[in-house]
C-alpha cells in the first residue's frame, strides 16, 4: 500500500502519470517529487574505486579513474586491497544528510523503503554471496534500537550474514580520519569457517573515509573472502 | 495500488469496451477486457475492489449500450405522408437543396428530411423561418437510406442509424413555425445572430475564419481551403478545441477574480457559463469534451478538492458515453479523446523539456500518432508535414489569430465602426494564413495516403501506441533517439503491409453509371485503373449552386482509391473519350500520382479529353495512344491489347480499347465500350479462345456483347457496369438474356455495388457489396 503522502516530508504527491505507470508498474515513488529531486543519485564520472562523483572534485585531487583518496589508502601497504569496491547509491548532500539522521539517530525505521528498489538493483548486480551489515557496539545497538544497516538489507528481503562484531565503543562520526585510519582493529570475526574463497557484500548507511568498511574487509580478506565490495547509501 | 486517476483511467476504458461489446461485436471487446483484467490483475499492484470497479463499468455500459440499441428502432411503416417535425440540428441549405436531421414531435425518432427549393424567394424566407427548435410541417414521402455501394464508402444508412434515423423523408413542401423556445434553443439563436452579425460585417474570408473560430461553425469556409488545412495537418485548428476553451475560461477567471469576485463566486460563474459557451459554438464532441472536462476540475475546485486532467477526462468520458453510447462512431469524439488522453498521459517527459519549440514539436508529433489510427481509417491518408505545419501554425492561431479574432470580434459588438481598419488587418492576417496552409498543403508528399488500414494493423497501432510511448518516457535514452525510433516503427507499420500484401484484387467500382475497374497486383507488382467513371456537372443559376458539387471522381473514385492504399497507378487506361469513363479522371490528377496514361489511337477526340491531355502534361505525365498490338507483364499477369483495330478507325464507342488479361488465375477481357462492330472486328482478328470474366461492352447496351462475341470467347461469368436507375435503361433485357442462356454468371454494379474478385496466387472470390 503506498500513501498519498511523502514519506518524508508528509506533503501531498501530486498523482504520477505515465504511460509506464498505467501499463507497466504502477509508480511507487515514495516520495513526493520535490523530495525525490533532492536526492541526487550518483551517476557520470566517478571514482571507480568508491563511487565518489569526480565532476564536482577538483583535478589535483584525482588521479586517473581514482579520487585521490583510493589513490593513498591503495598505496599504503597496510590497507592496499582490503576493499575492492565501494558502490554508493546517492551524493551525501544536506538532504540525505538530514534524512539518514532521521532514520538512523531519530528511529524512522520505514525511511529504508526509499532505497529499497536501488539497494536490490545493486545486490543484484553484484551478486554476492554473503550479505553483512557493519555491526553496532552493543551500547549503539541500545541506544537506537535497530542496526541502520541490517534494516536496510532486511527491506530488500535478504538475508544479513553477522559476521562481525564490534570490539571498539566510540562513534565514528567523532573521531577525525587520522584518528580513523590509525585505529587498531575495530572488528572481530564471529564465525570464521563460512568466510573462506566467499565473495562478500558489506552494507552500510554512509562511506566517508572508506576506513570502516576497510576495517571491515582486512579482517574478512585476513579470513579468507576472496572479494570484499560494499554498498553503501551515501558517499 | 493504482492512483484515483489511473482506475478512472481503466474504469474507461473497460467503458468504452463495454460500449464497444453492445453495440459493435461482443467478442473482440469481450477478449480485450479479459486480456486487461487479467494483465492488471497479475500485476500485483490492482486491488481487487479496482479489478470489481473496471469489471462494472464494462458489464454497466454494455448493458446501457444493449438498451440504447433496443429503443433505437424505427416505428414508422414507411408508408406516412406527412409529419411534423422539429429541427435541431444537422439544418444545411446549400445552393437550392435542404437538408436536416428533424425530431417527429411526440416520438423520440428522426427523420433526415430533404427537399428541393423551388425559387430564391423560397430559400430566403427559410432562412428567415428555420429557427433553432422550429417545427415544420413536411408533406413526401419516406425512403430507405441507401446502403454504401463500394467498398469502405461512407455509409449513410449506418450514419442515420447512429443518430437515431431509420429513413430519408423525401419533402415535398416546407413550412415552418417558431416552434418552442427553450433554453437551449434560446443559446441557439443567439448563435445564429452572431454568425450572422459576423457574415455582414466582415469580409468573407475572415467572416468564414471567425465564425469558426468563435461560434465553431466552419461551413462557410471554402472547401478547397479547408482540404488544404486538412493537408497540412492543422484542420483542428479551425475546430473549437480543448485550447479555446481552455484559453477562454483562463482569461475570464482572472478577469473576474480582478474585478473583486471571490474565487468561489468566480467558480461558480464559470460553471454557468461553460454550458452555456457549449450550446453557443455548437455542441461538438471536442467542445463538449474540453466544457465538461474543465466543469469537473472547476467544481472539485469549488470543494477544495484537486483533481488530476487524467481524472477530469476520464468523467467526461463516462458521461458522454452514459449519455451516449453512439457516440464512439463520431470521428471528432474520437480524435478529441484520443488526443487529449495522449497529451495528458505523456505531458511530464514533454513539460520537463525547457524549450518552448521542443515542446511543441513533441506536441505535434504525440498528437499525430494519437490520432493516426482514427485518420488512416476515415480519411485513409495522414499528414506527412503536420509536424511542420503545426510549428508555424499552432503559435500563429494560439497567439495572433486566436486572441484576436475573439477580443476584435467582442469589441466589434460596441464599437463596429471604429475597427473597420483593424478588421481590414485581421482579414489580411486570415489570408496569409490560409495562403500559407494552400502552400504547405502542395508540397510534395504532404498527404501521405496510406489506405484504410485491416483490423489486425488498427489492432497493432493501438497496442504499439502506449508501448511506444512507454518507451519515448524512459529517461535513459535520448529524446531525439527515442522519437526517431517511434517515427521509424510507425512508418515502417503504415508502408510496409499495405505495400507488400500477398493478396491482389481487381474491383468494379460502382461509380454509377458508367465503368471503372481498378486492378491491384500483389507485392506491389502494379496498379492499373481501366477507366474512371464521370458524371455530368450541369450549370445552374447561382442561388441553386451548391458550395461543392457531386462528382464521381473526386466523391467516389478518389477516396475508394486511397482507401485501398493506392498512391500512384502505373498505368491509366481511358478506354475512350466519353464522359462516363474519363470524366473522373481530372481529379485523380490532383491526388494520385499517375505514371502513364493510355487512350485509344483515334481521329476524333471529345472536349473532355482533350481537357485531360492538357492536363496531363502539366503534370508531367505521358500519354501514349494505342491500338492492337502490344503486351505488357506485372508480376504474375499479363496484358494484352486486342482494340481498336490498328488499320481503320471505327471511331466513338467501337474505337474503345480492349484489353485481355490473366490475372489472379483468371483470365479477363475488357471491352469498354465496344459494341457490334468492334465486336466484329475482334472475332475476325482474334482466334476463338476461352475467358473466364467478360466486362460486359457499353453497359449492357443491346448493340454490344453479341451472340457470336459470347460464343467465340465463351466467358463463365460477365460484369455489367451500370449506374443504379440509370435512364438508358442499361443493362438491357436482350443481353441479360443472352447471357443467362448461356449459363454466364451475371454480376451488375447496379443491383449489387462493386464487385470485387481478391485473390492470392492463382486462387480467388467473387464478392458484391451489396449482397
Not at chain 2, 490492482?46 to 438498451?67: A, K, Q, W
Not at chain 2, 524512459?474 to 500484401?501: C, D, E, G, H, M
Not at chain 2, 506485372?634 to 490473366?662: C, M, R, T, Y
Request: proline content about 4%.
Amino acid at each position: 500500500m503506498f500513501s498519498e503522502r511523502c514519506l518524508y516530508c508528509h506533503g501531498k504527491k501530486e498523482q504520477a502519470v505515465s504511460w509506464t505507470a498505467l501499463f507497466w508498474k504502477g509508480e511507487s515513488d515514495l516520495l513526493c517529487g520535490a523530495c525525490k529531486a533532492k536526492l541526487m543519485v550518483i551517476h557520470g564520472d566517478i571514482c571507480s574505486m568508491c563511487s565518489r562523483p569526480l565532476d564536482e572534485l577538483d583535478s589535483k585531487f584525482i588521479e586517473g579513474d581514482r579520487c585521490l583518496d583510493c589513490v593513498r589508502w591503495e598505496k599504503d601497504s597496510n590497507w592496499s586491497g582490503c576493499l575492492d569496491k565501494n558502490i554508493a547509491l546517492y551524493s551525501y548532500n544536506d538532504f540525505l544528510k538530514e534524512l539518514l539522521s532521521r532514520y538512523k539517530f531519530r528511529g524512522d525505521y520505514v525511511l529504508a523503503k526509499i532505497f529499497a528498489v536501488q539497494l536490490q538493483t545493486k545486490i543484484k548486480r553484484a551478486a554476492p554471496d554473503l550479505i553483512v551489515p557493519i555491526p553496532l557496539s552493543s551500547e549503539r545497538l541500545y541506544e537506537r534500537g535497530f542496526n541502520q544497516s541490517e534494516a536496510l538489507i532486511i527491506e530488500v528481503n535478504h538475508t544479513p550474514s553477522h559476521l562481525l562484531e564490534r570490539i571498539h565503543t566510540e562513534k565514528q562520526s567523532k573521531k577525525s580520519r587520522d584518528e580513523r585510519i590509525h585505529l587498531q582493529q575495530v572488528f572481530k570475526i564471529t564465525d570464521t569457517d563460512t568466510i573462506a574463497s566467499k565473495k562478500i557484500l558489506l552494507i552500510d548507511d554512509i562511506y566517508t573515509t572508506g576506513s570502516t568498511l576497510r576495517h571491515a574487509g582486512k579482517i574478512l580478506k585476513q579470513a579468507g573472502a576472496t572479494q570484499v565490495q560494499s554498498l553503501t547509501i551515501a558517499r | 495500488m493504482l492512483t484515483i486517476g489511473n482506475i478512472l483511467f481503466f474504469a474507461s476504458l473497460f467503458s468504452v469496451l463495454g460500449v464497444m461489446a453492445a453495440l459493435e461485436s461482443m467478442f473482440p471487446s469481450l477478449a480485450a477486457a479479459a486480456l486487461i483484467c487479467l494483465g492488471l490483475f497479475l500485476s500485483k499492484d490492482t486491488s481487487n475492489r479496482s479489478l470489481l470497479i473496471f469489471l462494472s463499468c464494462f458489464s454497466g455500459f454494455y448493458i446501457n449500450g444493449v438498451i440504447t440499441a433496443d429503443s433505437n428502432s424505427t416505428s414508422l411503416t414507411g408508408q406516412e405522408k406527412s409529419f411534423f417535425v422539429s429541427l435541431n440540428n444537422g439544418v444545411k441549405v446549400d445552393g437550392d437543396s435542404f437538408s436536416a436531421l428533424g425530431t417527429i414531435v411526440g416520438s423520440q425518432e428522426k427523420l433526415a428530411i430533404t427537399y428541393r427549393i423551388k425559387t430564391n424567394e423560397k430559400k430566403i424566407l427559410l432562412k428567415e423561418e428555420i429557427t433553432p427548435g422550429a417545427v415544420c410541417k413536411v408533406n413526401g414521402r419516406l425512403t430507405l437510406p441507401p446502403a454504401a455501394r463500394n467498398p469502405n464508402a461512407f455509409d449513410y444508412k449506418n450514419y442515420l442509424f447512429t443518430k437515431g434515423a431509420f429513413w430519408i423523408f423525401e419533402s415535398s413542401s416546407l413550412e415552418c413555425g417558431p416552434g418552442n423556445s427553450n433554453l437551449i434553443n434560446r443559446i441557439k439563436k443567439i448563435r445564429l445572430k452572431g454568425i450572422s452579425y459576423l457574415e455582414n460585417h466582415y469580409p468573407a474570408e475572415a467572416a468564414a475564419i471567425s465564425i469558426a473560430l468563435v461560434f465553431g461553425d466552419r461551413s462557410m469556409i471554402d472547401p478547397d481551403t479547408i482540404l488544404s488545412y486538412q493537408k497540412a495537418g492543422v484542420i483542428h485548428l479551425l475546430a473549437i478545441s480543448g485550447l479555446h476553451v481552455g484559453l477562454l475560461s483562463g482569461m475570464l477567471y482572472f478577469f473576474l477574480l480582478r474585478i473583486g469576485l471571490t474565487r468561489e463566486r468566480t467558480l461558480e460563474l464559470l460553471l454557468v457559463l461553460l454550458p452555456i459557451y457549449a450550446v453557443l459554438t455548437g455542441l461538438s464532441p471536442p467542445v463538449n469534451r474540453a466544457a465538461s472536462m474543465i466543469m469537473i476540475i472547476l467544481a472539485a475546485k469549488r470543494f477544495h478538492l484537486t483533481l488530476s486532467p487524467l481524472s477530469a477526462i476520464s468523467f467526461s468520458l463516462l458521461a458522454y458515453l452514459l449519455i451516449n453510447p453512439y457516440i464512439i462512431y463520431d470521428v471528432g469524439f474520437q480524435l478529441s479523446f484520443r488526443v487529449s488522453f495522449t497529451l495528458i498521459i505523456s505531458a511530464k517527459p514533454v513539460m520537463r523539456k525547457q524549450s518552448y519549440f521542443i515542446r511543441m514539436v513533441l506536441v505535434s508529433l504525440l498528437a499525430q500518432l494519437a490520432s493516426l489510427p482514427i485518420l488512416m481509417y476515415h480519411f485513409y491518408e495522414i499528414s506527412l508535414i503536420s509536424i511542420l505545419a503545426n510549428c508555424i501554425f499552432v503559435p500563429l492561431y494560439s497567439f495572433i489569430i486566436l486572441p484576436v479574432c475573439l477580443l476584435l470580434f467582442i469589441v466589434h459588438l460596441l464599437l463596429p465602426m471604429e475597427l473597420v481598419f483593424f478588421v481590414e488587418v485581421f482579414s489580411l492576417i486570415t489570408q496569409a494564413a490560409n495562403g500559407l496552409s494552400v502552400k504547405l498543403a502542395s508540397l510534395p508528399g504532404a498527404a501521405f495516403i496510406t489506405g484504410r488500414p485491416s483490423f489486425q494493423l488498427l489492432l497493432f497501432l493501438v497496442i504499439v501506441h502506449p508501448i511506444m510511448l512507454m518507451y519515448f518516457e524512459n529517461p535513459k535514452i535520448q529524446t531525439v533517439n527515442r522519437t526517431v525510433i517511434i517515427l521509424a516503427v510507425f512508418l515502417f507499420v503504415l508502408v510496409v503491409p499495405a505495400t507488400y500484401s500477398p493478396y491482389g484484387k481487381v474491383v468494379f467500382i460502382d461509380v454509377g453509371q458508367g465503368d471503372s475497374i481498378l486492378i491491384k497486383l500483389p507485392y506491389n507488382q502494379g496498379i492499373f485503373l481501366i477507366d474512371t467513371g464521370g458524371n455530368m456537372v450541369f450549370e445552374q443559376e447561382a442561388w441553386k449552386r451548391k458550395s461543392d458539387k457531386f462528382e464521381v471522381g473526386k466523391d467516389i473514385l478518389v477516396p475508394y482509391l486511397k482507401s485501398e492504399g493506392v498512391r500512384s497507378i502505373d498505368k491509366l487506361i481511358l478506354t475512350h473519350g466519353d464522359l462516363d469513363h474519363i470524366g473522373g479522371a481530372q481529379a485523380l490528377f490532383t491526388e494520385i500520382k499517375i505514371k502513364e496514361l493510355i487512350l485509344p489511337a483515334s481521329k476524333s477526340v471529345s472536349i473532355t479529353e482533350e481537357r485531360l491531355l492538357k492536363l496531363a502534361e502539366s503534370y508531367g505525365v505521358m500519354t501514349h495512344r494505342i491500338s492492337e498490338g502490344p503486351s505488357w507483364k506485372a508480376g504474375k499477369a499479363k496484358f494484352k491489347v486486342l482494340g481498336p483495330p490498328g488499320e481503320k478507325d471505327l471511331g466513338g464507342n467501337n474505337q474503345s480499347i480492349i484489353l485481355l488479361a490473366d490475372i489472379g488465375g483468371l483470365t479477363w477481357l475488357f471491352t469498354g465500350d465496344a459494341e457490334l462492330e468492334a465486336e466484329s472486328q475482334l472475332i475476325k482478328n482474334f482466334p476463338e479462345y476461352n475467358i473466364d470474366i467478360l466486362k460486359a461492352g457499353h453497359h449492357g447496351s443491346k448493340t454490344s456483347t453479341t451472340e457470336q462475341l459470347l460464343d467465340h470467347f465463351k466467358p463463365e461469368g460477365a460484369i455489367l457496369s451500370a449506374g443504379q436507375k440509370n435512364r438508358y435503361g442499361h443493362p438491357h433485357q436482350e443481353v441479360l438474356g443472352r447471357l443467362e442462356r448461356r449459363g454466364i454468371k451475371i454480376f451488375r454494379t447496379d443491383k449489387n455495388g462493386a464487385i470485387t474478385y481478391s485473390f492470392r496466387g492463382e486462387k480467388g472470390t467473387f464478392s458484391k457489396e451489396i449482397p
